[in-house]
């Protein structure tokens, strides 16, 4: 995995919210005319912001990545790109491989579809035929430990099933990159460290994995080396205690004081 200068730009207040339906109504219709008119007059461009900016960093083979950083530094946001659900702004994503993405519990899976059929759908989606998947579904069913619910609609699970499947469904089936962020709050403690181990297992057989907590325990149980993304952009990268101590330092420096105590 090579990242070269990646960057991804929203837009905001490009529509404001009117506080009634007719104004909005409105605002939805006038929407195309405004856009031309920027382009043909001048006046006020749209304000933006960058979720991430001027990202760069390769992953090996086999290598453990965590990405930290407090809420906001753009750890979601890279990791949807290199997923392919959101396309950069600037830069490049180069890939070399198949991905599996467990992001957020629920997605790739259709909630009306069992999660037998969603195993089968997710295989799909990352181009495996249909033989390839039938040999790792019961490795997969096993490890989520759903039993008989296994043939029922997923919009039926509890959330600690639903993650169980996903993760057992990302861990199991045949992609060379896989991205985990902040999953692995949901459920027990006892499952935490199955999927931890699982995780060390994936990638000595030489799989590349990005890594999102911010449970710095498993951070440093798990990966080989990390990068702190602040306001969008990396502040460190290298060894993983040294990523540890700037977030840290970083979450600190936002705490604020504690109030002082009256003398008696």
Same mark, same amino acid.
């Given at each position: 995995?090579?990242?070269?200068?990646?960057?991804?730009?929203?837009?905001?207040?490009?529509?404001?919210?009117?506080?009634?339906?007719?104004?909005?109504?409105?605002?939805?219709?006038?929407?195309?005319?405004?856009?031309?008119?920027?382009?043909?007059?001048?006046?006020?461009?749209?304000?933006?912001?960058?979720?991430?900016?001027?990202?760069?960093?390769?992953?090996?083979?086999?290598?453990?990545?965590?990405?930290?950083?407090?809420?906001?530094?753009?750890?979601?946001?890279?990791?949807?790109?290199?997923?392919?659900?959101?396309?950069?702004?600037?830069?490049?994503?180069?890939?070399?491989?198949?991905?599996?993405?467990?992001?957020?519990?629920?997605?790739?899976?259709?909630?009306?579809?069992?999660?037998?059929?969603?195993?089968?759908?997710?295989?799909?989606?990352?181009?495996?035929?249909?033989?390839?998947?039938?040999?790792?579904?019961? #490795?997969?069913? &096993?490890? $989520?430990?759903?039993?008989?619910?296994? *043939?029922?609609?997923?919009?039926?699970? /509890? =959330? %600690?099933?639903?993650?169980?499947?996903?993760?057992?469904?990302?861990?199991?089936?045949?992609?060379?990159?896989?991205?985990?962020?902040?999953?692995? #709050?949901?459920? &027990?403690? $006892?499952?935490?460290?199955?999927?931890? *181990?699982?995780?060390?297992?994936?990638? /000595? =057989? %030489?799989?590349?994995?990005?890594?999102?907590?911010?449970?710095?325990?498993?951070?440093?149980?798990?990966?080989?080396?990390?990068?702190?993304?602040?306001?969008?952009?990396?502040?460190?990268?290298?060894?993983?205690?040294?990523?540890?101590?700037?977030?840290?330092?970083?979450?600190?420096?936002?705490?604020?004081?504690?109030?002082?105590?009256?003398?008696?």
């Amino acid at each position: 995995m090579r990242i070269e200068g990646l960057g991804k730009r929203f837009v905001v207040n490009e529509l404001r919210h009117p506080g009634r339906l007719s104004e909005l109504l409105g605002a939805l219709l006038a929407l195309p005319f405004r856009s031309r008119a920027r382009d043909t007059a001048s006046g006020p461009a749209p304000e933006s912001i960058w979720a991430i900016k001027d990202v760069s960093f390769e992953v090996q083979p086999g290598q453990v990545l965590g990405v930290i950083g407090r809420n906001g530094s753009g750890k979601s946001t890279l990791l949807k790109i290199l997923a392919r659900i959101t396309s950069p702004t600037e830069g490049n994503a180069i890939l070399g491989g198949r991905v599996g993405a467990l992001l957020e519990v629920g997605t790739g899976f259709h909630p009306d579809l069992s999660g037998r059929q969603n195993i089968l759908l997710n295989g799909t989606m990352l181009g495996m035929t249909p033989r390839e998947i039938q040999g790792c579904e019961e #490795a997969i069913i &096993d490890f $989520a430990e759903i039993g008989d619910f296994i *043939d029922t609609p997923v919009k039926h699970y /509890s =959330s %600690g099933m639903f993650m169980r499947l996903a993760f057992a469904v990302a861990a199991h089936l045949d992609a060379e990159i896989m991205l985990v962020d902040e999953v692995l #709050a949901v459920g &027990d403690a $006892a499952f935490q460290d199955k999927c931890k *181990d699982k995780i060390r297992e994936i990638a /000595s =057989s %030489g799989r590349t994995i990005l890594f999102t907590s911010h449970d710095m325990e498993a951070i440093a149980r798990i990966c080989g080396s990390a990068i702190v993304l602040d306001r969008g952009r990396i502040v460190y990268q290298g060894a993983v205690s040294g990523a540890v101590d700037r977030y840290r330092a970083d979450m600190q420096a936002l705490r604020p004081l504690a109030p002082a105590v009256p003398a008696a």
